[in-house]
């Protein structure tokens, strides 16, 4: 089975690019800074419960949905570091 992606490489893939938005836009809809936002988008930043009800409202799906993404990927992340 494969590694699940970190949820900002969905959020990138499946909400940002096909909608045509830029990074300071997302973030200016979600309410949080760029820097914040690009630091999810990257992989250093995880989804917490607040942002997982912003991404809810924005993108679609519930929170808990992209919790568990989040879950998850933390979860393969523990296991493969033994």
Known sequence: MRNPPHPGTVIRELCLDPLGLSVHEAADG???????????????????????LRL????????????????????ATASAKG
């Open 56 to 75: 809810s409202l924005a993108f679609g799906g519930s929170a808990e949905s992209w919790l568990q993404q989040q879950a998850l990927y933390d979860l």
């Open 30 to 52: 979600l309410g949080l800074q760029p820097a914040i936002f690009a630091e999810l988008l990257d992989g250093r930043l995880g989804i917490s419960p607040e942002m997982a």
